[in-house]
């Protein structure tokens, strides 16, 4: 398996609002309409650069896995990276088989495709998320 390239980096924000405005209005860029994700209890919003997007997530319920970032980061900050990979369940046995740990099983993210995520621990203590895409590795 080899990744691909870089679909976004994940922001988590306590107001997905703030963080777009500060995209929109101080940065340029273009931002999309946030948009629920109940099933994985988050809030997301895509701000679209030239070369990659940038995801902001606020934790929606109580539930939420982001609640845990927003404790340790109160004013939110870099959550994750997401790398494009050809085939999810060839990198989920590749990195299996390589000894990093694959949290959980795939499953539809906030591009209708699938994805998993990779233990910080056993990615230079960042969190990697691998999304599907067929025809972005080589
Ligand atoms: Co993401």
Known sequence: MTIGRLNHVGMATPSIEASLAVYRDMLGAAVGEPFDLPAQGVRVCFVDLPNTQ??????????????????????????????????IAVAVADMT??????LGAPRIGAHGTLVVFLHPKDMGGVLVEL????GAGH
Not at 71 to 80: D, F, M, T
Not at 97 to 102: C, P, T
Not at 131 to 134: G, K, R, S, V, Y
């Open 54 to 87: 940038i995801e902001l997530i606020e934790p929606l319920g109580d539930a939420s896995p982001i609640h845990g970032f927003l404790r340790k980061n109160p004013a939110g900050g870099q959550h994750h990276v997401c790398f494009e990979v050809d085939d």
């Open 97 to 102: 088989a390589k000894g990093a740990r694959v």
């Open 131 to 134: 999304m599907e895409a067929p």
